[in-house]
Structures are given as C-alpha cells and as structure tokens.
C-alpha cells in the first residue's frame, strides 16, 4: 500500500482552517514559519473591506475608477524603474510624448522643444516647478551683485506641500489668508506682498479648500504692471494639480497657462483628472531655459548616461504608461466629455443641496473644478439640530466620504462641507447622495443631538 506524505505548506482544504486564520497573525514582527499564500491574500483582502469604498469617497481628488486596461498594464509595468532610462528606452520615449503632448495641451510656445519630468505626483512636480524659480531667481539677483539669503513666494491658501517646500529649501512663504467673501487669491493681495525678493508668484487651478480657480490672467497683468513701475521681473509657476486637466477641455476660455508670458511652469497630477492611477504628477516649462541647468544632474547608471531632476529615484513606470494609453484613448473630445460630465454632476448636486435651504453655496461647481463646496447658513431660526461633522459622520455610515473641515487661518470659525466628483460618477449616484443628505438631516431632527462633534472628532480632511 503506497504512503502518502503530506506537506503541510502545500496541502490546503481550506483557508479559513489553515493556522493563519484560527490563530492571530503576527502584526509587528515576522513570524517564523512560512504561510500559505492564498490564505495570506484573503486575510489582508478582508481586512482591506474595512477601509471605504472608493466610489463613494467623495473626498479625495484622486482618480479611483480605471479601466480593465489599465489594470493590465500596471500589471505589465509593475517591475519597470522609470529611472533605468537606459534599460527602459521605450518606456522613457513614452514618458517624453507625453510631456509634449502636456506641453501642448497647455500652450508653450514650442512643445516639441520645452522642457519638463514625470513626478510621483503634483506635490513633487510643484516643489521641483519652486526650485526652477529659486534657482532662476538667484541667478539674477549675483548678476546684479544683491543679496539672495532672503526669497520668498506668494501664494493663496495652499495645499501643505508649498509650507513643506518653504520650510524644506529655506523660503518664506507669503500666504494671502481668507477673508469673508474673498476665498482665494487675486492680483490686488498679490502686489501688496510682492517685491525684490519674490521668486515666483503660486497661483493655484483648483483651490483645495473651496474648488475654485485664481484668477491667473489678472494676476499675471499686474505682475505686468508692477514691472513697469518697479523693473522687478516676478515670474509665474501655475499650480494646476487638478484644473490642469480640466480647463484645458471644458474652459478653454479660461486664459491661464503658457499663453502668459509671465507664466514659466505648470504642474499637475495624472492622478487626479488625468485619470491616470495613483503615483504622477508632471511639470512642464514654458522653454528650456526656464529650467536651470544647475538643477539637471548627469547620471551614469549602470552603463548609461541620462539627465534627471527629482526629489525620488526608483519609481514605478506603469502610472506613466498608463497616462500615455489615456491620452491615446480618449484624445481631447474624449477628455471633454468626461470632465463635462463631472461638472454638470456637481452643478446638480449644489443646485439640490441650495434647495435645501439651510446651505450656504461657497463654490457652486459651476465654472471651477467638479463639486461644490457648503457651509451651514447662519442665525437660522431654529438653529439646525446638528453641525457638518455630524452630517459627515451620519453619511459616512450609507458609505459616503464627505469632508468637512475649517477654512484656514482668519476663516478658521467658519466649517464647510465639500465633494469632488471624478469620473466613475453617475446622476442616479447624485441622486443617492442628495437623497441621503436629506434622510441624514430628517433623522437629526427626529433624534436630536445632544452633543455635536467638534473639530477634533469630526474633522475628517486634512490638507
């Protein structure tokens, strides 16, 4: 009779018998022993169904819908490094095309002879487009035989990445706050802030906190008029993160790239509007000669010599063709049908949440970013029974992810409400959604709080 050897790290019956699921894993150090894989794969899989759904996250910027063929080609990309130009030619040619192809898109005056880089994301693309400026800026400053120990930027209310670019290379931030009726930038706070020391104007395409778009024509004519009065050339550098890809399909009157003299780099994220998956960013210069030569290092990388300007080195190459089979896939009318359709999901969503009649629009979705941006009206009669992060927090259990969250600085006693609608979203999931807020608001008034969250609870959004 033949014996029949069983190997415990082969033989699986099932994977809710295997000892990984009827004992505690080890969480914080390695274990000893091996484990079955597919065992392993559906323990991280179910505790991965605790985190939110994605198609309701209507928090966060980043694209969360892709395509079956992305995923392929992510899967067939997942062990190439964009930094081995040298042994990924193809790859790097196509990360080239698609600089152009942004180039273009966004109006330099020759886009197959400028100059920009893939990034990790538009954070790392806005910090090496703030370099460029310092680099420029000091430049001038030893020609002119003046000191450079003292730059600056100017900026609105910004995401955190500009306070981190600040406080990393040694600039002062000159952050234009709020005020009641004002919520983003415009040229006359700019010149009040401006002089000698100012490396490069920041507006932003896409305020984070409201949607909204700075005005970067009119920013731009007073830099112009400034110049003239003082000789003081201040260079722009456009953070379009989001609006980058969107302006360009569904506001194209919107004058606010390359177009402008003034404006020298625009950076953006592929992982937002660009409906590319998470992990780029581009920025892109106006000419080669806006990029310092000083900031391009020459590298030679196992047998091959190649030009880099980076905050990372390894990085993935999937997300990079990943963007280049969007720009082939859907071309501009394609781009311009998805972004329309998103607007108009978060004009609809303002326009149900107005009638309401207890909000208090700040953005709505109309000629910015796709979403809208409420606050809760003030001196109601009665007073709502409940304050925003509650209404977040009692969303949040039919699956939606809204943020709520304080303006910055002198408008931090103000608490808004905002969504992003990306593409992956339907009317009837708008519907949802204001069907929802209203049931939400209903059980409040029949089930009373008698405490709301504050700030530290409920806040649920930070930039």
């Known amino acids: 009779m033949p014996l029949h050897i069983v190997d415990k790290h082969k033989s699986l019956y099932d994977n809710y018998v295997q000892s990984a699921s009827i004992e505690e894993i080890s969480k914080f150090k390695l274990a000893d022993e091996p484990n079955e894989p597919e065992t392993i794969k559906k323990l991280i899989m179910d505790e991965l169904l605790l985190d939110g759904n994605s198609k309701q996250n ?26 081995d130009k040298d042994e990924y030619p193809q790859s790097a040619e196509i990360e080239n095309r698609c600089l152009h192809i942004l180039a273009d898109l966004w109006n330099a005056p020759d886009s197959l002879d400028t100059i920009g880089c893939s990034t990790t994301g538009s954070s790392e693309a806005a910090m090496l487009g703030g370099l460029a400026l310092k680099w420029n800026w000091r430049e001038n400053r030893k020609k002119l035989g003046l000191s450079s120990d003292k730059p600056n930027i100017v900026t609105g209310p910004v ?60 920013i731009s004519k007073a830099l112009d008029q400034y110049e003239k009065e003082t000789g003081i050339n201040i260079p722009i550098h456009v953070d379009a993160a989001s609006g980058g890809f ?62 880099t300007f980076s905050l990372n ?20 009318n394609g781009y311009t049908l998805i972004q329309q359709a998103c607007l108009e999901h978060g004009i609809y969503i303002g326009k149900e949440l107005n009638k309401i009649g207890i909000f208090d629009l700040i953005y709505d979705g109309t000629d910015a970013l796709p979403g809208v941006c409420w606050t809760i009206k003030k001196n109601l009669t009665p007073e709502p029974l409940f304050n925003l992060y509650d209404l977040s927090e009692k969303l949040r259990s039919r699956g939606w992810q809204v943020a709520s969250y304080t303006l910055p600085s002198s408008m931090n006693d103000i608490v808004v409400s905002r969504v992003v609608i990306r593409h992956g979203f339907s009317r009837d999931l ?34």
């Open 58 to 83: 209507l928090a966060t910027f980043c694209q969360t819908d892709l395509d079956k063929n992305i995923h392929s080609i992510m899967d067939k990309c997942i062990d190439k490094n964009m930094i």
């Open 159 to 218: 995401q955190i990445c500009w306070h981190k670019f600040a406080l990393y290379f040694d600039i002062e931030i000159r952050e234009i706050p709020m005020e009641n009726g004002r919520y983003i930038m415009n040229s006359e706070e700019v010149l009040k802030r401006v002089d000698e020391n100012t490396i490069g104007v920041i507006p932003t395409l896409g305020v984070t906190f409201t949607l909204q778009y700075e005005d970067v024509f009119a």
């Open 430 to 463: 708008c519907s949802l959604f204001v069907k929802d807020v209203h049931n939400a608001i209903e059980y409040f008034q029949k089930h009373p709080i008698l405490r709301s969250l504050e700030k530290d609870e409920g806040e649920n959004f930070h930039h």
């Open 313 to 332: 080195f390894s990085r993935p190459g999937g997300q990079i063709i990943a963007q280049y089979y969007n720009f082939l896939r859907h071309g501009r």
């Open 246 to 307: 969107v302006a360009p399909f569904i506001q194209q009157e919107i004058v606010w790239d390359f177009r402008l003299q003034r404006v020298k780099s625009i950076n953006a994220s592929g992982h937002k509007f660009g409906l590319s998956p998470l992990g780029v960013g581009w920025v892109v210069w106006r000419e080669k000669k806006d990029l310092h030569k000083d900031l391009v290092f020459n590298v030679n990388y196992l047998g091959g010599n190649m030009s």
